[in-house]
């Protein structure tokens, strides 16, 4: 998903015994399925998680425009075009609620800015990845926002009230996402020879970092079981990976294309499809800071922002004079 | 970093006569940049026929540690419900 290794306090849930009567308040809470606000008591370790995965969710969306961007001007269609458009005003959108439930949180606008733009904080490694034709921002929406929406469907039901309602928000829209892509590749698909192979070229470069999307397994990490605990986080990584598999299997056959593992197949003991583990060396790598565009994507926000200064100054100033200006009217 | 745009909550009413309902927050230099941003970030999908900005700082809260001695008195008095009240059912359309 667009958080896929969010630390928490690094050492077990504590049992309810061993809580401190504040701290086993808040976890009974949590337990009967009730929010948690702004302004409750909540343990400091609880607002650091959620302030870091909101954060890396929210960096996502941000950076997950540019690979996207790259083809509104290049877009086949003024039809394709506007879709386009609509689909990266609403990552902006979504990143725009993440940041606004995490500043709930005590944590400002500009911090979060700060370390996103300086490299300290993560996001997705899938936006580390080029878009090289067309048929990407096809299966960008299938696949990718695909992925998304396997985790964000859950966290809905997430225990922070502000995050909840983000991601009611956010799952809205998201559908429009990966319907939208889809219809790229039936119509890639389904086109000319040349439209196809686009349409499997593509499918072949993003199974794999599609598949990195949900992390690591993460069935022995404490910091998952400390995030489940508190209702952060709702499925381990596996467990949705699976989901997707035996989702997005049948698409491709629809779609005619293959996917790029020779392990796939359908296992009827287990009513699952196997597959193969993508390769979590390059997942570390990419998320570490060595993947295909990190440099560039970090360039194109640093750019972006620097580029804005003089207009937010402005707008800052011409506020100011105008408050003066009413002030002394009264 | 200059100073940080001040941070606005964003009600909206929907189509159907109902009241304006908090729907999120944003940052703006002014109200007037406050309203553009809340219309292109809030109503991207006809949300809503009425946009209410309000700056955050000017909305007192109730706090939490009060919920106690600020709601629980409500709950002794179940004489303010219809229901609290038997009537027999000889008597109609009351």
Excluded at chain 1, 277 to 306: H, M, Q, T
Aim: net charge positive; proline share 5%.
């Amino acid at each position: 998903m667009y958080a896929q290794q969010v630390e928490s306090t690094g050492s077990q849930p504590k049992s309810l015994n061993k809580m401190n009567p504040k701290e086993r308040a808040f976890q009974e809470r949590i337990d009967r399925g009730e929010r948690i606000e702004p302004k409750d008591w909540m343990p400091e370790g609880y607002r650091k998680t959620l302030v870091r995965q909101m954060g890396q969710h929210a960096h996502s969306e941000i950076v997950g425009q540019l690979p996207e961007g790259n083809w509104i001007g290049r877009a086949p269609t003024l039809e394709r075009k506007a879709i386009l458009l609509a689909k990266v005003q609403d990552e902006a959108g979504h990143g725009l609620y993440l940041y606004s439930a995490a500043e709930t949180l005590g944590k400002s606008r500009d911090d979060m800015t700060k370390e996103l733009l300086s490299g300290r904080a993560k996001y997705s490694s899938i936006f580390n990845y080029p878009t090289l034709n067309w048929a990407d921002m096809g299966a960008v929406g299938w696949l990718v926002d695909g992925a998304a929406i396997m985790n964000q469907v859950p966290l809905q039901r997430t225990s922070y009230g502000p995050y909840a309602r983000a991601m009611v928000r956010i799952c809205k829209e998201e559908s429009f996402h990966q319907r939208q892509g889809f219809d790229i590749m039936m119509k890639m698909s389904f086109g000319s020879k040349e439209q196809k192979a686009m349409a499997q070229d593509s499918l072949n470069r993003f199974w794999y970092p599609s598949l990195m999307m949900f992390g690591p397994s993460d069935s022995e990490s404490v910091h998952s079981a400390q995030s489940m605990a508190w209702k952060i986080k709702i499925n381990f990584n596996d467990e949705l990976r699976q989901k997707f598999v035996n989702q997005t299997a049948p698409q491709a056959k629809y779609l005619g294309l293959k996917i790029p593992d020779e392990n796939l197949k359908w296992n009827k003991k287990t009513e699952q499809y196997d597959f193969s583990e993508p390769d979590w060396k390059e997942f570390f790598e990419v998320i570490s800071g060595n993947g295909p565009c990190n440099i560039e994507r970090l360039a194109a926000r640093n750019k972006a922002w620097d580029d804005g200064e003089w207009f937010r100054e402005g707008l800052m100033a011409n506020a100011s004079k105008q408050s003066k200006a009413m002030n002394a009217k009264d | 970093m200059s100073i940080e745009s001040p941070l606005w909550e964003v009600f909206i009413r929907g189509q159907h006569g109902t009241a304006h309902r908090h729907v999120g927050s944003l940052h703006a230099s002014d109200a007037e940049t406050a309203m553009n941003n809340a219309r292109d970030v809030y109503t991207r999908r006809n949300e809503g026929l009425s946009i209410w900005v309000v700056p955050s700082n000017q909305i007192i809260a109730s706090s939490p540690s009060q919920k106690g001695s600020m709601f629980d008195p409500s709950q002794g008095k179940i004489y303010r419900h219809p229901s609290f009240y038997d009537i027999p059912k000889v008597v109609k359309k009351i």
